[in-house]
């Protein structure tokens, strides 16, 4: 039996994370938010305070985006993570805080209310992108985790 769980947050945001059960397998589509340049007064204006997955990635001189962060949030939201982790000021990682000073910062991000969704998500990404060590674990639901990107900027990140 398909079990279908709706998790998005409902107007004005379209973007989130829907997931869908299908026998021990979870299925997860994602719409991004638009790609967009990390400046503190843009986050703080439109970025939404609440739970969800986001990526952080910094330009390099051939104009190509390259992954800095992946991860999900919890308490204090969207916005207050990724205004934390794009300012030099906050860091205290210096080989972060050098590309952050230096080199364009861009974000995107997905909200979702739930923290088994959030896990199963991240966990997909990070052992993706970074095989030999993901640094995370999945909420242990499903045997198999399948993912669906979609953006309005077409961007789908490859290692």
């Given at each position: 039996m398909e079990k279908v769980i709706q998790m998005r947050y409902s107007n004005p945001?379209?973007?989130?994370?829907?997931?869908?059960?299908?026998?021990?397998?979870?299925?997860?589509?994602?719409?991004?938010s638009p790609l967009a340049v990390a400046?503190?007064?843009?986050i703080n204006a439109k970025v939404p305070a609440v739970a969800g997955v986001y990526e952080i990635y910094w330009m390099?001189?051939?104009?190509?985006?390259?992954?800095?962060?992946?991860?999900d949030t919890h308490y204090g939201g969207l916005r207050s993570e990724i205004r934390r982790l794009t300012d030099p000021e906050l860091t205290i990682d210096s080989r972060c805080r050098k590309i952050l000073e230096d080199e364009q910062i861009w974000y995107r991000y997905a909200p979702?209310?739930?923290?088994?969704?959030?896990?199963?998500?991240?966990w997909f990404f990070r052992?993706?992108?970074?095989?030999?060590?993901?640094?995370?674990?999945?909420s242990g639901r499903y045997e198999k985790i399948f993912v669906k990107e979609s953006s309005t900027d077409k961007l789908i990140w490859v290692p």
């Open positions: 945001m379209e973007y989130g994370i829907k997931a869908m059960e299908k026998d021990d397998n979870g299925y997860f589509f994602i719409q991004w400046d503190r007064w843009e390099d001189e051939q104009n190509h985006l390259r992954m800095l962060y992946i991860g979702v209310n739930s923290a088994a969704v959030m896990s199963d998500v991240v052992r993706t992108y970074f095989p030999e060590n993901p640094g995370v674990s999945h």
